[in-house]
């Protein structure tokens, strides 16, 4: 029997092999979705690693003691307690101690941080001198020791430091503590890890990087101090954040925290960012795991399917051959074994040879894509499913004609074979995919369960539904055409609509060609997301974070780095408001139509009209550069005054909160009204005038302000044209104040209560009234949002847009120059920043440097595009591709073997119709279209198939983690994108169609002696 066999698979070798290599193919498939997994696992967390803070990746144990330790020792050594509580596993602990001393500077109140680290040296570049060896040493910072004039073998007598409460000044609390200076260093790298979160090298009042002075153990110890604060960081190597490791550490650091916890005091506390940087991992890792499986599994049945094609169209074209082997009386287990043997030996042998190489191939992909090894652990469970699949999927391939009768198998004729069984399984198939889709929408997207068949499901309900649409009009088309007597035509056609197993061929390839559209759909889609995401979240071509200053200095100072407004843009995030307040940003927009990345689908008015509608014509602001405001007032009338002072409101130009100074009491008549303003000999703007009445009940007075005057030589601080124009001022809630032109000046008329906010009163119209909002929600008439200064303001709606740069679908947008005018101070903003567009010369940060900004952090478009793509989603839709590709070169090559095996029955039927008469062009059209139509009806229903999937699970294809911008991604892909692919597709199969038409012609030619009649 096994001499048989192997005659068998010597004589059938070409089948044989490609059956190996189907059941090889189907086993690589199989364990390439989890080594993917484990390679975009390892990728996703490498990664976040690299992106993430310092204090993400790492741990602080920090003692805050109020009193030097025992000179005996009588307490632990934190460093040891430290590093022995935190024993974790590739985790480096670094002890380190920080004391403010006084000393150093020369200015005598002028604190300076003194720290050991342990391993200093190890970390730092001498300039000059040496580094720490003996005890009473210290190194300083190149700036410093340059600043200050101090050189190597100096001297530096310092003493603690500590903040006197009432005057918050330093002030000297130990004795004085000699030190030599041995060494002048700078920092190579002062972001890297081991400097921890501890803020080392932050960057100073005058904007420049600190320097402290780094000192040893021992010389911490002699100095005389009363407070110290003891840390241990633990920082981690690669190995801690292993994805096989992230779950043990999570355990660790719940371990850690209580274990500080349990010490029972306060005085020891525990600081990490770890369990963010993990939670962000999990997540990709989550969307990754979702979407691998989505492409995996239905590779892998498409694998099984081409076998149990393949496996059919063989065995039913031996049907004779078996059924002479059951005639002679051959037992059943003999037939099955004949039947099956050189079957399931190649099968075995394509699935064992699999396993290596689909470990080795994404081996390779990974290393190749995901800059690594891919993983080679827990495949073998997959492959070992596969193989029995591909095994399961041959021997129900046969089962037919195992159980037919010897009749029926010596007849040489199949049975239609698409009766109520196969109607039956088409309708479950249908309602499955029907259920899975409804299922996935109630599981709010999760593509988790059945969900992640729903694609393939739906791929191959259409398939289905197609093939039952397309076969019976191949069958009429045919019919028609036979009677026309167009008989290549007509042989083609029935090809595909009476061709036992015709079908199934047909929707092998529609899910071939259907699983490529939606993988490039899929892909597309999420490129163009993750592109206008990264687009829409930057909001410009680069974006430069600035240490705060004032809103007006950064104003001022962007508008002076650029003059012609080409390229800069000053941009300030809004304060938070309540609840379900939109985010605000204030920009400059002046400048938004060059700066910002606007997109189209913000929708709206563009830029240019965007600035229009935010800066309505208002006048300039009045400042004040002096050191005393004088106001000429007259007091005309009197009624049931108490105690009421006239204040002025003044906001310093370079910071701070407004200033609000009392002018003092008014008095019936003419009076001149005069108060110091100390803050604004740099600059104030005049923010509006209040009346206070600290009495009781109400009162009503008519003032005329006459004139405003500086108490320097500058004199009048408004004309008094201006100042007696009605509309250079606006009253100010709440209401009851009247505004005229008097013969002596502004008169004004008002009615209050006791205790009026100073700032109630009238103000410049150098603000708006409203300030002017573009919102991508409707804000309701008298709406009320938070101002720059932290206080509502009323604002009205003045354009409605679908999107806003960094905002998304989300926010509000206002003129930062107003904005900062409506604001009642001028202090520097929650972040604020710099945008450039992409005309910015390469010595913008010069610019801005010697305009006086110091940039903190600089990132661009194109690197937030560059995270994106090294996220889980986009790892896993590049294997959806990988796959889908795979999947048309399966179908590629079930069709080869489908139409080898059926090679010589076609030859011997147009060989048949030769003799009875048939041309020889008809006989090769027939040959040639018998495979083209199959291939192109089933290449336009794979494009319907394609998009039916896509329209029911799209939306729930996660692209990127989700992110605090809101912004929908695109529905549909570029068209040239998803055609172009398609092609390539239909072209491969045509190219198979046509070498089999080859080479059936071939064969049939080659029985040209049989042939009779005319040509």
């Known amino acids: 029997m096994s001499r048989l066999i192997w005659l068998m698979l010597r004589n059938r070798w070409a089948q044989a092999l490609t059956l190996a290599v189907l059941a090889l193919v189907a086993t690589a498939a199989a364990v390439a979705g989890p080594a993917y ?589 002096a050191r005393a405001i004088e106001l000429d007032v007259t007091n005309d009338n009197l009624a049931k005054l108490v105690d009421v002072h006239l204040v002025v409101v003044l906001a310093p130009l370079s910071g701070g909160s407004p200033l609000t100074e009392d002018l003092g009491r008014l008095f019936p008549g003419d009076q001149r009204m005069v108060t110091q303003v100390d803050d604004c000999a740099d600059g104030c703007r005049l923010v509006g005038f209040g009346a206070v009445n600290s009495g009781s009940g109400g009162f009503g007075l008519r003032v005329t302000l006459r004139q405003i005057r500086t108490g320097g030589p500058a004199g009048l601080l408004m004309p008094a044209a201006a100042l007696a124009d009605p509309s250079s001022w606006r009253p100010q809630v709440p209401a009851g104040i009247t505004l005229s032109r008097g013969a002596g000046g502004l008169e004004i008329y008002y009615h209050g209560n006791s205790g009026t906010a100073a700032e109630g009163w009238i103000t410049p119209a150098d603000r708006p009234a409203l300030l002017p909002v573009a919102a991508t929600t409707a804000l309701p008439p008298n709406a009320l949002l938070v101002g720059l200064d932290g206080r509502d303001a009323p604002v009205t709606e003045v354009a409605r847009v679908d999107g806003l740069p960094r905002l998304g679908s989300h926010g509000v947008l206002v003129d930062l120059e107003y904005a900062d005018r409506a604001a009642s101070d001028a202090s520097a903003g929650d972040v604020e920043q710099v945008w450039l567009g992409p005309s910015a010369p390469p010595d913008v940060l010069s610019r801005l440097r010697t305009q006086g900004l110091v940039v903190t952090a600089d990132s661009r478009v194109a690197q937030l595009r560059s995270e994106l793509d090294s996220q889980g989603p986009a790892l896993a839709l590049w294997f959806h591709l990988l796959t889908a590709g795979l999947a048309v070169l399966l179908a590629a090559g079930g069709s080869w073997l489908v139409a080898a095996v059926d090679r010589n029955g076609r030859a011997g039927d147009l060989r048949a119709l030769r003799v009875q008469g048939m041309s020889r062009a008809a006989t090769s059209r027939a040959g040639l279209w018998g495979y083209l139509v199959v291939v192109l009806a089933a290449g336009l229903v794979g494009l319907v198939a394609a998009a039916a999937a896509w329209l029911v699970t799209g939306t729930e294809i996660p692209m990127f983690v989700s992110r605090s911008v809101p912004w929908p991604p695109p529905t549909w892909p570029a068209p040239g994108a998803v055609f172009g692919s398609w092609a390539i597709a239909v072209a491969v199969l045509v190219g198979v169609a046509l070498v089999a038409a080859y080479d059936l012609r071939r064969k049939v030619r080659r029985y040209g002696q049989l042939e009779t009649g005319r040509d």
């Open 37 to 625: 997994l484990g390679a975009i696992d390892r990728a996703v967390a490498e990664h976040e690693v690299h992106d993430a803070t310092p204090d993400e990746r790492s741990m602080s144990v920090a003692d805050s003691m109020s009193q030097q330790s025992d000179d005996n020792g009588g307490g632990p050594d934190f460093s040891q307690v430290g590093a022995a509580l935190i024993g974790m596993p590739d985790f480096t602990p670094v002890f380190s101690v920080d004391v403010t001393v006084l000393g150093v500077e020369t200015s005598p109140t002028a604190p300076s941080r003194f720290a050991f680290r342990q391993d200093t040296c190890a970390h730092l570049v001498m300039v000059r001198g040496r580094c720490l060896i003996g005890g009473s040493e210290v190194v300083i910072g190149q700036r410093t020791a340059d600043r200050l004039g101090i050189r190597s073998g100096a001297t530096v007598t310092v003493r603690f430091a500590q903040l006197d409460p009432r005057t918050q000044v330093f002030v000297p609390a130990g004795a004085p503590y000699t030190l030599t200076v041995v060494g002048v260093y700078r920092v190579s790298d002062p972001d890297a890890p081991y400097w921890g979160t501890h803020a080392y090298f932050d960057l100073d009042a005058s904007g420049a990087p600190s320097e402290p002075v780094f000192t040893n153990r021992a010389a911490i110890e002699t100095l005389d101090h009363a407070g110290e604060v003891d840390i241990v960081d633990v920082q981690g190597d690669p190995a801690a954040f292993a994805p096989d490791h992230l779950e043990a550490l999570r355990a660790e650091l719940a371990e850690v925290n209580q274990r500080v916890g349990g010490l029972g005091t306060s005085q020891i506390s525990v600081t990490t960012g770890i369990p963010n940087l993990l939670d962000r991992i999990d997540r990709e890792r989550k969307l990754a795991h979702q979407l691998v499986p989505v492409a995996g599994v239905p590779l892998v049945a498409l694998a099984w399917f081409v076998i149990f094609l393949a496996v059919g169209y063989g065995t039913g074209d031996r049907r004779f051959e078996l059924g002479l082997v059951a005639l002679r009386g051959a037992s059943r287990p003999t037939r099955w074994l004949l039947a099956s043997g050189e079957y399931l030996i190649a099968i075995v042998i394509g699935a064992i040879v699999g396993y290596p190489v689909g470990l080795a191939a994404m081996g390779a992909l990974a290393s190749v894509r995901l800059d690594g090894p891919g993983s080679t652990s827990g495949a073998l469970p997959y492959a070992l499913v596969a193989g029995v699949g591909a095994v399961l999927a041959a021997l129900l391939a046969q089962r037919r004609e195992l159980f037919t009768p010897v009749a029926d198998l010596l007849r040489r004729v199949t049975g239609g074979g698409r009766g109520w069984r196969s109607l039956a399984v088409e309708a479950v198939v249908v309602l499955l995919a029907v259920v899975a889709a409804v299922q996935l929408r109630v599981a709010n997207g999760q593509l988790t369960g059945i969900g992640i068949l729903v694609p393939a499901l739906v791929i191959l309900a259409v398939a289905l539904l197609g093939a039952r649409a397309v076969v019976p009009l191949a069958s009429r088309y045919g019919a028609r055409a036979l009677r026309r007597g167009r008989m290549g035509g007509a042989l083609a056609a029935f090809q595909l609509g009476r061709r036992p197993g015709a079908h199934r061929l047909f929707v092998l390839l529609v899910f071939a060609v259907a699983l490529l559209g939606f993988a490039t759909t899929a892909s597309q889609v999420a490129a163009q997301a993750r592109a206008a995401q990264a687009r829409v979240t930057s909001g410009a071509t680069r974006v430069l974070t600035i240490r705060p200053v004032t809103r007006l200095k950064l104003l001022n100072a962007t508008r002076a780095a650029d003059p012609a407004g080409r390229y800069a843009m000053a941009v300030v995030n809004g304060q938070p408001g309540a609840p379900g307040d939109p985010p605000q940003l204030a920009v400059d927009t002046t400048r938004l139509a060059t700066a910002a990345l606007w997109q189209p689908g913000y929708g709206g008015p563009g830029p240019r009209q965007l600035a229009a509608l935010l800066r309505p014509g208002l006048p300039d602001p009045t400042v004040l550069r």
